[in-house]
């Protein structure tokens, strides 16, 4: 519970590095009896892959290691759909190309939280912009929200794009 809550706050959190405890966070109230039983981030979240922003965990590498195994439903007639596709973006464009993993989403995520409100499911079927990410919508509703922040670039632009990444040889 500690780590889906520390999830959902991920951007709030720590901007300068470390973990406000939870009587500071400006989320729980302080005068709550609660905040003496609540785990505090520091001890939650310190023995989990470190990361060098958002909540400064790395999520993805904490549950693909086993380090954590949250509860994928609640009830057991529900059906968990995990989809291991990835999709090329920004085949254009002048950053390196972005590579929208399906697997590290759908191992949180639903189907259902994408499609189709946010994303047809079909490759090439939507209009993706940075300019509409930086204002939170489509990959921005939740990244620079409750997934790690827009200012890590590359990290969509993950995927070198060949020709450009090289710098000409010869000197002009
Ligand atoms: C959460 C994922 C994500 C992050 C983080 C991200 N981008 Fe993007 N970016 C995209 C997607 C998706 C597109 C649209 C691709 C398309 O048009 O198919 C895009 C498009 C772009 C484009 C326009 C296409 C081009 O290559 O000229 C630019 C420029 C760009 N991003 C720059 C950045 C910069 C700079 C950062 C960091 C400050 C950044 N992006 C961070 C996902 C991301
Ligand atoms: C985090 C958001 C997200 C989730 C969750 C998600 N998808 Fe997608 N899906 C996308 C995006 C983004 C695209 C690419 C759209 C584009 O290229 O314009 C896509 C594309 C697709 C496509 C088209 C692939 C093709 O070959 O044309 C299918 C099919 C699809 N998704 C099915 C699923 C299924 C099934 C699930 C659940 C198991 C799922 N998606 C979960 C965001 C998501
Ligand atoms: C509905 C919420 C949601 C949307 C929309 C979404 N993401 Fe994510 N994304 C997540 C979560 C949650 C994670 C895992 C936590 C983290 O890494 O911060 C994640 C992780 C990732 C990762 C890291 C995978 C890894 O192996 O570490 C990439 C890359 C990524 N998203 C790209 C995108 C791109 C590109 C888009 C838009 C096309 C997008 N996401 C849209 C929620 C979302």
Do not use: Y
């Amino acid at each position: 519970m500690a780590v889906l809550a520390a999830i959902l706050f991920s951007g709030n959190v720590a901007a300068a590095g470390s973990w406000q405890p939870l009587q500071n966070d400006d989320l729980h109230d302080p005068a709550s009896p609660a905040i003496g039983l609540l785990q505090q981030p520091a001890e939650a979240l310190s023995k989990l892959p470190p990361d060098t922003t958002g909540n400064l965990v790395r999520w993805v590498e904490a549950l693909e290691k086993g380090h954590i195994e949250p509860r994928s439903n609640i009830f057991p007639e529900t059906k968990i759909n995990l989809l291991d596709k990835d999709i090329l973006m920004n085949l254009k464009g002048g950053t390196p190309i972005v590579r929208f993993p399906h697997r590290a989403h759908t191992l949180w995520l639903d189907c259902a939280n994408c499609h189709d409100h946010l994303f047809k499911a079909q490759t090439g079927g939507n209009k993706l912009s940075m300019m509409q990410i930086l204002q939170g919508e489509q990959c921005g509703v939740c990244h620079g929200a409750v997934a790690f922040p827009l200012t890590e670039c590359n990290r969509c632009h993950s995927v070198p794009r060949p020709g450009i990444a090289k710098p000409s040889a010869t000197p002009r």
